[in-house]
């Protein structure tokens, strides 16, 4: 059976989330094309079944289904068919299931809806459906929820309020196995998101795991990969799946890119060469090349001015440390993906601030002053490949300028929850 596994198929007209259509980042529309059961090449009209994230509540449901419908026929992909499976029909789970051209596991409450997949075996019921040999033409397409519920193991990222301080909650599920890896959807969502008064990545899932690894996908992203037949019916494992888009792995409290993009690599470097840098080996651990200092002077007697480029980079890792200037720095971003800066007042007070485009139809922000004084320190964002910036520092950076921090005495400055995983990182 063909897999997509996506954070969302969707995307939307404005804030009130209207005329719902398949969203096309990263080849979406093509592989769901591909996917779909077609005739001589040509999508046929399919019969789906949309299986429920919440048994209990048919609004939500159908409503959730005449949404597919309508998208899905937007885009050229007829449906033949598209009843739901809920309690209203449990009883005829596996009639629906074995009948069916198109799966459609769909978002809501993860553990809700695995409790409502375990009741109705839908794991045995897919396994028995991979028997037919017809079923390499069939699809299965997790959104949100029910692509997290298609792991093995699955992780159920407490969503609703009390589940992320519940020491009962349970975290970990047994899920449909059609992959050994388990997702966080919506990152562009959850990483500024909190619940119970805790970061929902970094006071949360970062700490999940430990011991653990999840791959971490904003919406538009999605995973594509074959499960059953001659591909067998186990976890289909990591290196067999394809992502499509940006990710993450999270392991240990740490994110790494999932797939560094080579030919931005190779632009990173050749900038890099270009502009004659070089790595700050102590301090900062930055690559960067000043590129001017005033001849005029001040009353102390330092240039008034200096400018430099710098480049932050994942391989090799390029970034910022936490340090702080006696004078002012003006960042301005060039090309590239985002970058982030981390800033801790005087006072403690504790602020990021993202330069460049940092999601799609956002408004970028290209330029930001850091006053003197102030403790910073900068990275690319999560899952950016390079970033080339310059800073202008007035009066000119100079020796006695410059003055690097300890994790413990930012610690002790700033107890804001959403600096600790910047200062573990970059102190």
């Known amino acids: 059976m063909n897999v997509l596994l996506t954070s969302t198929p969707f995307s939307y007209d404005g804030p009130e989330r209207v005329n719902p259509r398949v969203n096309p980042a990263n080849g ?16 046929r009209p399919a019969s789906c079944v949309l299986v429920a994230s919440n048994p209990d509540c048919p609004p939500m449901t159908d409503g959730m289904a005449a949404n597919f419908s309508f998208a899905l026929e937007q885009a050229g992909l007829p449906v033949q068919a598209m009843p739901t499976l ?8 596996e009639q629906l299931i074995s009948t069916a051209d198109v799966v459609i596991l769909t978002g809501g409450h993860v553990p809700t809806q695995n409790a409502f997949f375990q009741a109705i075996g839908l794991r045995d019921l897919l396994h028995a459906r991979c028997a037919d040999p017809a079923s390499s033409h069939q699809l299965i397409l997790g959104i949100s929820a029910g692509s997290m ?58 700490l999940d795991s430990a011991g653990r690894r999840f791959l971490v996908i904003p919406d538009g992203t999605y995973l594509s990969f074959q499960w059953g037949e001659n591909a067998g019916t186990d976890p289909v494992p990591t290196d067999q799946v394809s992502i499509c888009g940006t990710a993450w792995w999270l392991a240990d409290g740490r994110m790494t890119p999932a ?11 050749e900038l890099a ?15 960067f090349v000043r590129t001017y200092e005033s001849a005029q002077l001040n009353e102390a007697n330092i240039p008034v ?48 601030v993202t330069l460049g485009q940092s999601s799609p139809g956002s408004a970028p ?17 999560e ?6 910036y310059s800073c202008v520092v007035s009066p000119s950076f100079h020796d006695g300028c410059y003055e690097g921090a300890t994790a413990e005495a930012l610690q002790a400055l700033c107890s804001d929850p959403a600096a600790a995983v910047a200062i573990r990182d970059l102190a």
């Not at 502009?275 to 690559?287: C, S, V």
């Open 365 to 381: 922000r290209y330029q930001h002053t850091i006053p003197a004084g102030t403790w910073q320190a900068g990275r690319l964002v």
């Open 28 to 43: 979406f529309c093509q592989a769901l094309r591909r996917c779909w059961p077609n005739a001589d090449g040509t999508p």
């Open 149 to 206: 519920n298609s792991a093995a193991q699955v992780y159920a990222m407490p969503e609703e309020p009390g589940e992320a301080t519940d020491p009962n909650f349970a975290r970990f599920l047994d899920g449909l196995g059609l992959t050994d890896i388990s997702v966080i959807p919506h990152y562009g969502f959850l990483k500024d998101e909190t619940l119970d008064d805790l970061p929902c990545m970094e006071g949360i899932a970062y």
């Open 383 to 388: 899952g950016g490949t390079f970033a080339l």
């Open 273 to 287: 060469d270009q502009l004659g840098m070089i790595m700050q080996e102590d301090g900062e651990g930055t690559l």
């Open 305 to 352: 001015v200096s400018t430099m480029y710098g480049l932050y980079c994942a391989e090799p890792l390029s970034l910022s440390r936490f340090h702080r200037l006696t004078c002012d720095e003006t960042w301005c971003h060039f090309e590239g993906d985002p970058l982030e800066l981390h800033l801790i007042s005087p006072d403690g007070s504790y602020d990021r």
């Open 86 to 93: 809920d309690n209203r029909n449990a009883d005829r789970a």
């Open 259 to 269: 797939w560094p993009d080579p030919a931005k690599l190779q632009r990173a470097h």
